[in-house]
């Protein structure tokens, strides 16, 4: 098999457990901009990043190389003759999250609203979060955002202008009369661009990733909380862990299946650590990797190595094997996986500035501890959530 062909395998690996929030807003109404922000991915690689997967649907993937998230996008909203039930179908047997998206100043939502009802029909458990974007278009003149933020426990502030605090509300009783008792939140955001002159340019970025979590399944959560944050850093470092937990994804669904992760997790491992060392602007060569392995410590890789052994001979086990006997095995691949690739960041940042890595094997075991708990929430088990495009 190619490196081609193994990155395409470990892609379609994440991609059964990765969550999927489907994004309903109209035209304009800030989709892609939130999708930039809680990624950090640039305008370039979500124009080539988001692919067609309904008739009236696109699905942007990221990590692309490991997803831990999908984000669908449905077009054409409103449009005549648009039925919904093929989006609703993609993401039906998975842990799922509707971000609905409106432009704050826009009176008129019934076409969201509409899907949404159709939704909720078929999946009354799909909680609901809603984005009301824009926020500058209804400041007065010369004005900007109101910081601190003051939408925690409020849907206005008294220094907004009566026609931006009415539309929000209105916006709000709107869908909490769809919706009833659902589960439901709102979050005002405006995600802009430098140039427009308005900062931070992420205003709500937080509490719009705070409304998603909370709203989410465990599952979905875990895969929200290691979503970039642009004040981490000034490179590609930043998206490390989303790439971990891709990769570790990945590794954790290839070892559910009895024989096949003998040869797919160290594959796995292998891609995220080519994938880190690009992301730090970096090449292993033997040097490094030897130094790497050294730090993890010979007696992290002998248990490693020999616990993985076991592993493969207890899902080969009739019955016991491969139910419980998998599910160990998923669970125990998932988070050496993220173990690894958290004690390599860490060995990467300090390699490239040439600083001793004197922590890799406490940060390792330590890893190993949280990754475990993760490997829980994540519910991961053989079979997954099935393969969808």
């Given at each position: 098999?190619?490196?081609?062909?193994?990155?395409?395998?470990?892609?379609?690996?994440?991609?059964?457990?990765?969550?999927?929030?489907?994004?309903?807003?109209?035209?304009?109404?800030?989709?892609?901009?939130?999708?930039?922000?809680?990624?950090?991915?640039?305008?370039?690689?979500?124009?080539?990043?988001?692919?067609a997967?309904?008739?009236?649907?696109?699905?942007?993937?990221?990590?692309?190389?490991?997803?831990?998230?999908?984000?669908?996008?449905?077009?054409?909203?409103?449009e005549?003759?648009?039925?919904?039930?093929?989006?609703?179908?993609?993401?039906?047997?998975?842990?799922?999250?509707?971000?609905?998206?409106?432009?704050?100043?826009?009176?008129?939502?019934?076409?969201?609203?509409?899907?949404?009802?159709?939704?909720?029909?078929?999946?009354?458990?799909?909680?609901?979060?809603?984005?009301?974007?824009?926020?500058?278009?209804?400041?007065p003149?010369?004005?900007?955002?109101?910081?601190?933020?003051?939408?925690?426990n409020a849907?206005?502030?008294?220094?907004?202008?009566?026609?931006?605090?009415?539309?929000?509300?209105?916006q709000?009783?709107?869908?909490?009369?769809v919706?009833?008792?659902?589960?439901?939140?709102?979050?005002?955001?405006?995600?802009?661009?430098?140039?427009?002159?308005?900062?931070?340019?992420?205003?709500?970025?937080?509490?719009l990733?705070?409304?998603?979590?909370?709203?989410?399944?465990?599952?979905?959560?875990?895969?929200?909380?290691?979503?970039?944050?642009?004040?981490?850093?000034e490179?590609?470092?930043?998206?490390?862990?989303?790439?971990?937990?891709?990769?570790a994804?990945?590794a954790?669904?290839?070892?559910?299946?009895?024989?096949?992760?003998?040869?797919?997790?160290?594959?796995?491992?292998a891609?995220?650590?080519?994938?880190?060392a690009?992301?730090?602007?970096?090449?292993?060569?033997?040097?490094?990797?030897?130094?790497?392995?050294?730090?993890?410590?010979?007696?992290?890789?002998?248990?490693?190595?020999?616990?993985?052994?076991?592993?493969?001979?207890?899902?080969?086990?009739?019955?016991?094997?491969?139910?419980?006997?998998?599910?160990?095995?998923?669970?125990?691949?998932?988070?050496?996986?993220?173990?690894?690739?958290?004690?390599?960041?860490?060995?990467?940042?300090?390699?490239?500035?040439?600083?001793?890595?004197?922590?890799?094997?406490?940060?390792?075991?330590e890893?190993?501890?949280?990754?475990?708990r993760?490997?829980?929430?994540?519910?991961?088990?053989?079979?997954?959530?099935?393969?969808?495009?």
């Open positions: 098999m190619s490196r081609s062909d193994d990155m395409t395998h470990i892609a379609d690996s994440a991609r059964q457990f990765a969550a999927v929030v489907w994004l309903l807003g109209k035209v304009q109404s800030g989709k892609t901009s939130i999708v930039r922000t809680l990624t950090q991915a640039t305008d370039a690689e979500i124009g080539a990043g988001f692919r997967c309904t008739r009236t649907a696109r699905v942007f993937d990221f990590p692309d190389e490991a997803p831990i998230i999908r984000f669908l996008d449905t077009r054409g909203l409103g005549a003759g648009y039925d919904p039930a093929a989006d609703i179908a993609f993401g039906e047997d998975r842990a799922h999250l509707i971000l609905a998206v409106v432009k704050a100043l826009d009176a008129d939502q019934h076409a969201v609203l509409d899907v949404i009802r159709q939704a909720r029909r078929r999946h009354p458990d799909w909680p609901v979060v809603v984005a009301q974007t824009n926020l500058h278009e209804g400041y003149a010369g004005g900007g955002h109101i910081l601190p933020y003051p939408f925690e849907s206005g502030d008294n220094r907004l202008t009566d026609e931006l605090t009415t539309s929000l509300r209105h709000q009783a709107q869908f909490r009369r919706l009833g008792e659902a589960a439901l939140s709102f979050v005002p955001i405006d995600f802009t661009q430098p140039e427009d002159g308005f900062a931070p340019v992420d205003y709500g970025r937080e509490a990733v705070k409304a998603l979590i909370a709203a989410a399944p465990a599952g979905v959560a875990v895969a929200l909380a290691e979503l970039p944050d642009a004040a981490e850093g490179t590609d470092a930043h998206k490390a862990d989303a790439h971990i937990m891709g990769f994804v990945a954790g669904a290839s070892d559910a299946v009895p024989v096949a992760g003998a040869i797919a997790v160290p594959i796995v491992q891609a995220m650590l080519r994938q880190l690009k992301l730090h602007g970096m090449q292993w060569d033997r040097r490094a990797y030897a130094q790497f392995l050294g730090a993890l410590g010979a007696g992290t890789l002998v248990r490693t190595a020999s616990t993985f052994g076991i592993r493969q001979l207890v899902k080969l086990v009739p019955g016991y094997g491969q139910t419980i006997g998998a599910g160990v095995a998923a669970a125990a691949s998932f988070a050496t996986t993220y173990a690894i690739g958290k004690a390599a960041t860490y060995f990467l940042a300090r390699h490239r500035r040439g600083a001793r890595a004197d922590e890799v094997a406490a940060i390792y075991r890893t190993l501890q949280n990754a475990f993760l490997a829980k929430q994540r519910q991961m088990r053989a079979g997954g959530a099935g393969g969808k495009p």
